[in-house]
């Protein structure tokens, strides 16, 4: 169980998160899958770093749970360093796949969800198996953000659509708006995504690099900046109080 490493090709650095039942990870999670993406992209052997999951689906957000355990029995001010830890972990995982030297190539399955999308809307390329589904359950899970990343996938109508309903889109959906390269079966996706990070990989690893720091550099959105704005609004929700409400009913629903 964490975030591990794997070297199956000479050029290609394969990332797994493994968190059951979901991946829904904890605040450690977060910063270690940071901190693997960053160590695999200055490995100057490494041209394309392929991000993958295992279980159930690629990524379920963060653990609302760990949030809700450290309130229970805190003082008000204490029980906000689970939720400051996540927010803080979701952005420096998020800025690592951006910021990666070399190529990230999201391999997905299953359901990419709250912080699944951060990651794979910074991601470089996404291949997906045909049973992936994408969104933003925010506004159900009493947090906001992401918005930055999930219109780096879809047009922004239906960025705006997705976030405040909920609702998730298909791998099918997203390739025919050009923001997945591939969708497969699912026995299919991990050599699918090696396939492509193979041709990149192929590739001089200097001129990699210059190419990923021009594309950043180019970039219309400043996704650090633009997420953290986000996340001012999850503050406040929080100290509104609005927020731990909703958690808690998400709380029950789980349970029932």
Not at 189 to 214: M, P, S, Y
Request: aromatic fraction near 6%; charge should be negative.
């Amino acid at each position: 169980m964490g975030v591990s490493t794997s070297s199956p090709e000479k050029g290609i650095s394969v990332v797994t998160v493994d968190f059951p039942p979901v991946n829904a990870l904890p605040v450690r999670g977060w910063f270690d899958l940071a901190d693997t993406v960053r160590a695999a992209g200055r490995d100057p052997e490494i041209r394309c770093v392929v991000l993958t999951a295992e279980g159930r689906g690629f990524n379920a957000g963060v653990d609302i749970k760990e949030i809700q355990r450290e309130r229970e029995g805190l003082r008000e001010t204490d029980g906000h360093r689970a939720l400051i830890g996540a927010n803080r972990g979701c952005f420096e995982a998020f800025a690592a796949v951006y910021e990666c030297e070399v190529p990230v190539v999201a391999a997905v399955h299953g359901f990419c969800l709250g912080g699944g999308i951060g990651l794979v809307g910074n991601a470089d390329a996404i291949v997906a198996s045909e049973d992936a589904t994408f969104g933003l359950p925010e506004l159900d899970r009493g947090a906001l953000g992401a918005a930055t990343h999930l219109a780096r996938l879809v047009p922004q109508h239906l960025m705006r659509v997705l976030y405040y309903t909920a609702r998730t889109a298909t791998a099918t959906e997203l390739h025919a708006h050009g923001s997945v390269w591939k969708v497969v079966p699912r026995e299919e996706l991990h050599a699918a995504a090696l396939e492509l990070a193979r041709e990149i990989a192929a590739k001089d690893g200097h001129l990699l690099r210059l190419a990923k720091a021009a594309i950043n550099g180019i970039d219309p959105v400043d996704v650090r900046r633009s997420y953290r704005f986000e996340q001012g609004f999850t503050f406040e929700a929080n100290l509104s109080g609005v927020a731990d409400r909703v958690r808690d009913t998400f709380g029950k629903e789980a349970t029932q």
